[in-house]
């Protein structure tokens, strides 16, 4: 025989005594887990500027408009207010030069916000929690409307110009833990 001939006879050999398998039915369980993230978000916030109807008359409460903020949550949450000033007042503001007037005028009465219609508070200087462990809204949302108020006097000045008074107003919305 040829050497190529004793190759293939030992290849046979091996093949016919290899036991042989049959097909079977095999099946192996696993299990798909998953959990929900707490998430809080923030549907609609308030528009830039927000302000009074109207000028602000001396000796006159008056009311803002509302500040809405919506937020869709599947936790609980907290609404926090800070303001850029630690007087918490509304100041002397130049719209073109988009700065506040160093020392600058201000409505000496302290502003005071409510939430939902609830008591009214004064604001203050450092951050407030205005709405705490608010629950779970679904889907649909929940708002939150915040007003705001304040009594001018006739020693407070008019300005002119490009100034009027402001205050910037920053919310922040987290979970409550």
Do not use: H
């Amino acid at each position: 025989m040829s050497q190529r001939g004793f190759r293939i006879i030992p290849l046979i050999c091996i093949v016919a005594l290899c036991p042989r398998v049959y097909a079977s039915e095999l099946t192996a369980r696993t299990y798909l887990s998953a959990s929900i993230a707490g998430v809080v978000e923030v549907v609609e916030w308030p528009s830039e500027t927000v302000g009074f109807p109207g000028p602000l008359i001396p000796g006159q409460v008056s009311e803002s408009d509302p500040i809405i903020i919506k937020v869709r949550s599947n936790t609980k949450w907290n609404l926090t207010l800070s303001t850029d000033n630690e007087k918490a007042v509304l100041s002397a503001y130049d719209t073109v030069a988009r700065k506040y007037i160093t020392n600058g005028d201000y409505i000496n009465d302290t502003l005071q916000f409510r939430v939902n219609g609830l008591e009214w508070q004064e604001l203050k200087g450092t951050p407030q929690v205005i709405a705490q462990n608010m629950p779970n809204t679904g889907e649909a949302g929940l708002e939150t409307r915040i007003r705001f108020r304040v009594q001018p006097s006739f020693d407070d000045s008019l300005l002119g110009g490009t100034q009027e008074y402001r205050i910037g107003l920053q919310f922040t919305v987290s979970p409550s833990y």
